[in-house]
């Protein structure tokens, strides 16, 4: 079963036909009082259609984080995880009767890597099944592309039905920080409505020359964007940073954020913050439920996991 969760109530007056039109139509006038509801969804399982509601729902979608790139060597970082995509549709479910179910699928957070390993592609985020005419999908977002590899790309494809069946695809995870030169910041991962920072902010007196690191990964579409590049530097001094993960939407699927040998990005609504040559540990992984990224890590400790998606539905149901 899946965990739901009935957070809002918002009193409706009379009157509300006026403004909802066709949304309501399943209620015979006249109208008397509604009262919108939200249930929120945490994991798979169905969501069972509450009786006397209205035809039309809202629903939004997001998508798994990716993970944080790692590395293979303690002065060279990896990307932060790129967001869950942020799908947000109204849908007609009058296909579905009086306390029949709809699927609903959560995708998983893109789990932890060490060494020389990109970060991993958080899972995608379904409502309905395919042959629903309301049937919609939110694709996870990229991993973090270990220090010397570009960010992933997020999942792509068709967001079905419910969403025009537009083509669409999670952020993409923050390239590595090493090319040329070591000593870098990697790129933090794309968030919903912000394309990641890249790498390489510099911080003190001892400033090196810096080179392009590794690119980040790409976004398609709404509710995504692509993952910061990252920053190579030629001093062993504490200069880079790593890039902040990309802002996302309403407290949700933001970026993860960049190792740097200074100091790691922060990740955004619930990202994971990349490490730094000290520290690391600390708030590395998304938190869950929030589609965000993981953040990126050297070879000292794991990168952060990216954070589960999750699917928020209202609907629109009459007093009795």
Known sequence: MPTVLSTTQQIMIPGLEDTLGSVVRNVTPP???????EETV?????????????????????????????????????????AGQFV??????????????IPVTIGNGGAAVTGA????????????????????????????????????????????????????SGSGGGGGSEWQRSWGGAGGGGGASQGGMTGGGIHGAHQGDFDAGRAGGRGIGEGSSGGG???GNSTSHEDAIGGEGGAGIEGYAGGGGGGG?????????GGGMGRNHVHGEHDKSAAPNSGSGGGGSNSDNSSGNGGSGICIIKYWAKIN
């Open 88 to 101: 947000r549709r109204v849908l007609n479910i009058s296909s579905v009767s009086a306390l029949g179910v």
């Open 42 to 82: 945490l994991a798979n399982g169905n969501w069972t259609r509450p009786a006397n509601i209205a035809d039309f729902i809202e629903v939004t979608l997001i998508a798994g984080g990716g993970s944080g790139g790692a590395s293979n060597n303690n002065s060279r970082y990896g990307g932060g995880g790129g």
């Open 229 to 231: 590049g990252g920053m």
């Open 117 to 168: 390993t990109n970060g991993n592609n958080g899972g995608n985020s379904a409502f309905g099944t395919s042959g629903n005419t309301f049937y919609m999908v939110a694709y996870g977002g990229g991993g973090g592309g270990w220090a010397a590899d570009n960010g992933r790309d997020g999942n792509n494809g068709s967001m079905g039905p419910g969403a025009e069946n537009r083509t669409g």
């Open 31 to 37: 109208t008397p009082l509604f009262i919108q509801k």
């Open 261 to 269: 040998r200074c100091g790691g990005g922060h990740g955004s609504c």
